[in-house]
């Protein structure tokens, strides 16, 4: 694309965000970012430090001495935390259960936020997260915020879970689900929540290309 743009697509754990982001960058051939993935990056590295947050000396000496880089891949982009590809390790459930507990410490959303814009200043991207269009970048030419019904996110979960080999409760998940909602929305740093300017496009009938395909559409429209 000749004019550099930056497309913020929010939204809810199953409602497609991380597919979609993908695919649109592919196809539009510009930068995607996960910045769930940088969270997670950080989350490794503090189990494995097993730093307390709550001490802000050690806190700071924590976020000092890690270094997380993001490089792009055939498949997307490449987590480093201190030269170390921790792509795959970023994804264990042992992360996934503590996510929560780094991505709502303030000092290390200010340092996440810093890193992110900063991959906007020489990169047109499409970035996908829970508060890119409200707080990260506000001023986005494009703002997508995808829902979907709990039934489906709960569905695209267990398929997801299952094709890494992982059985579980299709109740549960709903559950889990609900449960993570009801957490996003309402803490106290970065909600979620739909930018006024944003479109909402509800993905429970859709197929993934349609998703894509109306997104590409919007983005053509404002790069013109």
Known sequence: MKKKIVIAIDGP???????????????????????????????????????NLEEQETLVEFLERTTVNLESGKNGALIFVNRENVTKEIRSLEVTANVSLISENKNIREVVTKKLRSEAEHNS?????????????????????????????????????????VETDLEKIKNDI???????????????????????????????????????????????
Do not use: W
């Open 178 to 224: 609900q449960r993570r909602d009801k957490h996003d929305s309402e803490r106290y740093l970065s909600p979620l929540q739909k930018p006024d300017d944003a479109i909402l496009l509800d993905t429970t009938n859709l197929a993934i290309d349609e998703c894509v395909d109306f997104i590409i559409e919007k983005t053509l429209e404002k790069s013109v």
């Open 125 to 165: 991207l499409v970035m996908d997260g829970r508060d890119i269009g409200t707080v990260v970048f506000p001023d986005a030419a494009l703002k997508i915020f995808l829902t979907a019904s709990i039934e489906e996110r709960a569905r695209r979960r267990k398929d997801d879970l299952k094709s890494a080999g």
């Open 13 to 51: 754990a199953g409602s497609g965000k991380s597919t979609i982001a993908r695919l649109v960058a592919k196809k539009l051939k510009i930068l995607y970012i996960d910045s769930g993935a940088i969270y997670r990056a950080y989350t490794l590295q503090y189990l494995r430090e097993e730093i």
